[in-house]
């Protein structure tokens, strides 16, 4: 990702982000008055799905922001999201994954960072025993030098 794109994704997060924290902020004022009023069950019940119902959109939005950071690094390692895994909220417009939908994309995220490392390791080990051999080899004569 270059920097410039990595820029604008940072700032639209961040700007994202405080659009949800204000917005969850006004919503738990709004709603903290009214818990310390009701008087009944009933009445809690009603306010209770109320701000429930209030506080739906700046979840999906966090959802939807993991995502994409999920998403985004799916992409640069390579790695295919179906589209089972993904799930659409028509009132809002928003797509994110499902809670089985990111615990599989994780775990393919790991499989793939685990399968590079291993590659690595496959042409790097050869190498670094041929440097320490050779290392080995030079120490070996070098002692044989010094003594008569």
């Known amino acids: 990702m270059s920097l410039s794109r990595w820029w604008r994704e940072w700032r639209f997060e961040r700007s ?88 599989q994309a994780k775990h393919l995220l790991t499989q793939e960072r685990v399968w590079a490392v291993k590659q690595w390791l496959q042409v790097l080990t050869p190498a670094v025993a041929l440097i320490i051999g050779l290392a080995g080899v030079v120490i070996g004569l070098l002692g044989m030098w010094r003594w008569p």
């Open 16 to 103: 994202y982000r405080r659009s949800i924290r204000a917005d969850l902020t006004r919503i738990g004022k709004d709603y903290e008055a009214k818990f310390k009023l009701l008087a009944a069950g009933s009445d809690f019940d009603a306010a209770m799905s109320a701000y429930l119902k209030a506080c739906r959109l700046p979840d999906l939005r966090l959802e939807t922001l993991r995502s994409r950071r999920i998403r985004r690094k799916a992409d640069a390692r390579g790695v295919e999201l179906p589209r089972e895994w993904w799930e659409h909220d028509e009132e809002h417009d928003l797509w994110f994954l499902t809670t089985d939908g990111r615990r």
